[in-house]
């Protein structure tokens, strides 16, 4: 079972994990207030849809302009605009297939200055049975084209159930990302509140592209794609 970016953020944010304030919009009129509550002069408007590669998928109809399904909006009458746009549009990504999908939601963000841009997701090793990190340097780009392209560029970090996330192993990320110092310690702390929400949360896949560093040397989640193990009910 798969929820939206706005959703997963949620449910990052209650085990403390660094995500950027929003808020999700189902009508323009709705954008434009959680852009005013928001406050700030940068927003982000972000299609809801169940697929990656939204930032560079486009819109069947040319109605929606020829801007992608995430969009940077620097006035709220651009917050408007954007989401009169998108609503109701048919988004196609790589991940869509070419039907694509209709966004009925979206999701109003506050603006960060990024520095850098680096890729995380969790996942459920099958061949050890382990929870495991991915990690690289290439981050807000499609990990598979990185898994072929420049396969040295992704580090995996497999987790031992008996004792959690080590210090090691946050630092086996944090050398994939290329971090020291103060951001080594945001990533160890990173690391482990995103295995608790992992595990606790009976997650079959947490992907965070990108996770980025912002100009004020943060570590913040700027997107979330979350899945949910259909089996742990049982």
């Known amino acids: 079972m798969n929820i939206h970016e706005y959703q997963g953020k949620d449910v990052l944010k209650s085990f403390g994990v660094p995500v950027p304030r929003g808020f999700p919009a189902f009508t323009t009129e709705e954008a434009v207030a959680a852009a005013a509550k928001l406050g700030g002069s940068v927003w982000a408007v972000k299609s809801q849809i169940h697929a990656g590669g939204r930032g560079k998928g486009r819109f069947k109809e040319p109605e929606a302009g020829e801007k992608g399904g995430v969009r940077i909006a620097k006035a709220p009458e651009e917050v408007g605009l954007f989401a009169s746009q998108m609503l109701g549009r048919t988004l196609v990504t790589l991940q869509t297939g070419p039907a694509g999908r209709v966004v009925n939601r979206l999701y109003i963000e506050e603006g960060v ?6 890729y995380l997701s969790v996942l459920v090793d099958r061949g050890s049975g382990r929870v495991a990190f991915v990690a690289s340097e290439a981050g807000g780009m499609n990990i598979e084209e990185v898994a ?22 946050a630092d086996k990320i944090a050398r994939a990302f290329g971090v020291a110092g103060a951001q080594a310690e945001q990533c160890a702390d990173l690391v482990n509140k995103l295995y608790d929400a992992f595990v606790k949360s009976d997650m079959s896949l947490l992907e965070i592209n990108p996770l980025i560093v912002s100009e004020a040397g943060e570590l913040i989640c700027a997107d979330a794609k979350v899945g949910f193990d259909s089996n742990a009910e049982f």
């Open 113 to 118: 200055r990024i520095a850098k841009e680096f």
């Open 148 to 169: 072929h392209d420049t396969p040295e560029k992704i580090t995996n970090v497999a987790i031992d159930p008996m004792t959690g996330p080590t210090r090691a192993d």
